[in-house]
């Protein structure tokens, strides 16, 4: 998510070194005539802003936040472009699920801590079967699939 962030942020990076060029010659002319720079600056911190907020917002809309593994929708999404992707290239695709036996008795026993402890450790373990990036997803309850491409 990170990546995608700095990767659709570049355009505002060269708009801010175009300012600082521009900042600079204005100086040199007449000082004052920086306080010309002052709206686009703003507008360029509000789209900033905007564009960081949406990031977050997908990623939060997409992602599990017990086990931070992507949600059934997202998984919906990336097994459908997974499985275009395989009969395109006439690649096989694997499917892995996980379930947790007898959550409920380990939630009950030894409380919610370690429910969520045994969640992370699921979780953990479908991360590495995965090699597509978008993929294990996090089903109902403490089940997780992973697609892996061979």
């Keep these: 998510m990170l ?3 700095v990767r659709h942020s570049g355009p505002a990076f060269a708009i801010m070194a175009f300012i600082a060029a ?4 204005l100086w040199m002319i007449n000082p004052r005539l920086e306080l010309l720079l002052a709206g686009p600056l703003f507008a360029l911190a509000l789209y900033q802003r905007y564009a960081y907020r949406t990031v977050m917002a997908t990623r939060d809309a997409e992602t599990d936040a017990l086990t931070l593994l992507r949600n059934h929708r997202s998984f919906q999404t990336d ?4 499985l275009a992707l395989g009969a395109s290239t006439r690649s096989q695709l694997s499917l892995v699920l996980i ?7 380990i939630n009950d026993r030894f409380g919610h801590p370690s429910a969520t402890r045994c969640c992370h450790a699921g979780a953990s373990a479908a991360r590495g079967v995965r090699r597509h990036p978008g993929l294990p997803d996090r089903r109902r309850g ?3 699939a992973a697609a892996r491409r061979r």
Excluded: G, M
């Design 3 to 5: 990546d995608d962030y």
């Design 22 to 25: 521009l900042a600079t010659s």
């Design 79 to 82: 097994l459908r472009e997974a």
């Design 99 to 105: 379930d947790i036996d007898n959550f409920k008795s």
């Design 142 to 144: 403490v089940r997780a």
